[in-house]
């Protein structure tokens, strides 16, 4: 008898395994097309199931439709092009695929609370660029505090710092394989390059969370010894598309008034919520820029 229900656990552990090894190559599809009309049919080659199956397990596992999926990360592109370019709204929209001008402010304002004039003009991004403008270094609350190692895994993202949510999917989707994954299991990202330096397709990064020491590092994902020392902390609220003027303003304007010299330390971001469930204006995160003190 025990040896029977050894053997469903088995069957069951790897059918969930074999689930979540499809959702991740259909996430990375998703994250490698979003400028291509994506029909269902194409998803489900992709996962190797019928339409019908695919779609229900998708949405099971992720906890949205594919379809809200492609528009979330479709408008998150769309507002990071209208804070941080020049781009053309009509370009925008067909980029976001969108048939026409119309139907893409009508699915933005809906999800951004503003047509995309509007944000691009006063989005969260604005007060930054403000405060940039003006020189002040007290428009927003900035902490210091000290932080031990900390041991995490992780998942390398090499690209776009936006589409770091693949491999964010990737990490949580491994712990959910191994059955490791907590309710409370922190979402966070260290970054490596300077995006007004760099190209977007060479930006590195990683998807990680705090590992503890006495757990083995789970297979397809990487040890990442977080060293000690102290940060700055930015609490910050809005759209992920806003952080680029955040950080121009932690390093531009903050950091030269503070006393504090910035560390070679990677710094890092920690999610106290997940775009999944929650608006982009509402969705808050602390960034933590390495000093020395």
């Not at 210091?144 to 390398?156: D, L, N």
Request: hydrophobic share 35%; charged share 25%.
């Amino acid at each position: 008898m025990i040896a029977e229900l050894c053997e469903v656990e088995h069957i069951l552990r790897t059918t969930q395994q074999s689930y979540r090894e499809r959702l991740d190559r259909v996430t990375a599809y998703l994250h490698a097309n979003l400028e291509t009309d994506i029909g269902i049919d194409d998803l489900s080659n992709v996962a190797c199931l019928s339409s019908y199956h695919w779609h229900r397990i998708y949405t099971a596992m992720s906890g949205e439709t594919v379809a809200i999926t492609l528009r979330r990360l479709r408008l998150q592109r769309a507002a990071d092009r209208l804070a941080n370019s020049d781009m053309l709204i009509s370009k925008i929209a067909r980029l976001a695929q969108y048939s026409s001008q119309d139907a893409f402010s009508r699915a933005f304002r809906k999800a951004y609370g503003k047509a995309p004039g509007a944000y691009r003009q006063s989005g969260s991004h604005a007060a930054f660029k403000a405060a940039i403008s003006s020189g002040n270094a007290n428009s927003f609350g900035v902490s210091i505090e000290h932080h031990t190692a900390v041991r995490c895994i992780s998942v390398p993202h090499v690209g776009s710092y936006l589409q770091i949510d693949a491999a964010m999917g990737k990490l949580f989707g491994t712990l959910a394989k191994s059955n490791m994954l907590l309710e409370n299991t922190p979402m966070q990202a260290e970054f490596y390059d300077d995006p007004d330096l760099s190209t977007e397709e060479h930006l590195r990064s990683a998807a990680c969370t705090p590992w503890p020491d006495y757990l083995e590092v789970p297979e397809d994902t990487e040890e990442l010894l977080r060293p000690p020392g102290s940060f700055a902390k930015l609490e910050y609220k809005g759209p992920y598309a806003d952080m680029r003027d955040a950080y121009r303003w932690l390093y531009g304007v903050w950091l030269p008034t503070s006393g504090f010299e910035i560390s070679d330390r990677p710094g890092f971001e920690v999610y106290l919520n997940s775009p999944v469930d929650t608006k982009p204006e509402d969705l808050r995160s602390d960034i933590f820029l390495p000093v020395e003190t």
